[in-house]
Each structure stands twice: as C-alpha cells, then as structure tokens.
Nanobody, 122 residues
Framework: QVQLVESGGGLVQAGGSLRLSCAASGRNFSDYVMGWFRQAPGKEPEFVGTIRWSGGTTAYADSVKGRFTISRDNAKNTIYLQMNYLKPEDTALYSC???????????????WGQGTQVTVSS
C-alpha cells in the first residue's frame, strides 16, 4: 500500500501564492509516478501536473502552466505544488496521486490522498 497525505491549503487573495505538500509512504512508493489533480464543487476532476521521483521531467495542464511548479524532495518523501499568481478559478480540492505511468487521466493513478482545500478570493 501507498499512503499519501496532502497539506498546505488555505485561503488566499487573488494574485497570491501557496505551496502544497504531499508526503508519501508505503511499499515501493518511489517506483510510482506522482500526479496532482483538483476538483471544484460541481465540476469534473482536472489534471494539474505530474512528476517522477527520479529525473527532471514534469508535465502541466495548460491552465496552470507558467504559474504552478511541481518539485520533489526525495529525502523527505515529499512532492510539492508551488502555486503563484492564483486566480479565483483555482479554487478547488487539490489531491495528489501515485500511478504506474505518467498521464493526465485519473485511471493512471491507483493511490490517492484525501486532498487539501485551496480557496482564492476575488
């Protein structure tokens, strides 16, 4: 089993920044690709980005590219989502996930955290 715990969400004004964390643990978690998703009330889940525990490759949704940055700290078993220039439409529950292959769809990911809420005021 892989366990994922998100933290760092909160309330921020438009134009502000937040950094989300996802702490991973469990059997062979470092073999998995990590992803971030978000879901606003009444809307479908939306892909945010992916990262590998090794290598420098990342991928982002067009809606966040240039504003959000994914990174990881292997010593802390943690991935991060740095969010800058936040907009009200970024308001959502943000979840991290672990999967066998990188992808923009939820089926790639078999393990999920419970999420952390981000609210951006106008």
């Amino acid at each position: 089993q892989v366990q994922l715990v998100e933290s760092g969400g909160g309330l921020v004004q438009a134009g502000g920044s937040l950094r989300l964390s996802c702490a991973a643990s469990g059997r062979n978690f470092s073999d998995y690709v990590m992803g971030w998703f978000r879901q606003a009330p009444g809307k479908e889940p939306e892909f945010v980005g992916t990262i590998r525990w090794s290598g420098g490759t990342t991928a982002y949704a067009d809606s966040v590219k240039g504003r959000f940055t994914i990174s990881r700290d292997n010593a802390k078993n943690t991935i991060y989502l740095q969010m800058n220039y936040l907009k009200p439409e970024d308001t959502a529950l943000y979840s991290c996930a672990a999967g066998v292959t990188p992808g923009t769809e939820q089926w790639h990911y078999g393990y999920w955290g419970q999420g952390t809420q981000v609210t951006v005021s106008s």
